[in-house]
């Protein structure tokens, strides 16, 4: 269970995120029962973008799913594979938009349970600078989450947004991409959590159990 401790949201943010009200969203996109959404904040160079989807499942499920490094390249958009570092860190590798080269992210990661509201927030953050492919592009700056909201009928309402800079010099174009990328992702999840090894987690490890019953426990980097 220690590897599902370090468990990595990919694109993955709400803790790191800056906190903008919620009209200012843009939905782009409504098909396929996914939402997608943008929004500008000021000083930064590429919108921020949202996907919402329901599915069948119970937290459990998407925790073990994202957890699963191996299975990165069957639904993440752009991901050709990851894995974690001796620092519990966790290395990723993309394909790069068409005529550039891969990128790659280096992140930690961060579990919170709201109490109010009964939700799970993951989150994760690249860090800075640090490269391990010479032959890809570090990305300079992404931060995402999931936000897991529990409904009945065993259904979960999954959101997941993410900030990304891919380090390009030509801006146009890549907002799009980043609609898109979320849009395919979500478009796999729903196939992805039927799979027996998913569907067989049905309850939570007892390290985020605790975090139901403990309001002050925290578990940031290497969760």
């Known amino acids: 269970m220690d590897g599902f401790k370090q468990i990595l949201c990919f694109f993955i943010c709400a803790v790191s995120l800056e906190v903008v009200a919620a009209d200012s969203w843009q939905m782009v996109t409504n098909k396929n029962g996914i939402k997608i959404y943008q929004q500008q904040q000021p000083g930064l160079p590429f919108k921020h973008t949202k996907g919402v989807i329901t599915v069948k499942a119970k937290p459990a499920m998407v925790f073990a799913l994202l957890n699963d490094f191996a299975a990165c390249g069957e639904w993440i958009f752009g991901c050709i594979g990851g894995e974690r570092q001796s620092d519990d860190s966790i290395y ?32 994760v953050e690249n860090q800075p600078g640090k490269q391990l492919n010479k032959n890809n592009v570090l990305i300079h700056k992404m931060q995402a989450q999931w936000l897991l909201t529990s409904l009945d009928n065993n259904e979960l309402t999954i959101e997941h947004s993410f900030y990304i800079d891919p380090n390009v010099s030509i801006k146009l174009g890549a907002n799009s991409y980043n609609s898109r990328a979320i849009y395919r992702t979500l478009l796999q999840l729903p196939s992805m959590l039927k799979r027996p090894k998913y569907q067989s987690e049905k309850e939570l490890p007892e390290f985020l159990q605790e ?13």
């Open 92 to 123: 990723l590798e993309f394909e790069g938009p068409p005529f550039f080269k891969n990128r790659e992210v280096v992140l930690f990661s961060r579990v919170d349970y709201l109490h109010e509201s009964e939700q799970w927030v993951i989150t």
């Open 211 to 223: 975090l139901k019953t403990e309001p002050s426990a925290k578990f940031q980097k290497g969760i």
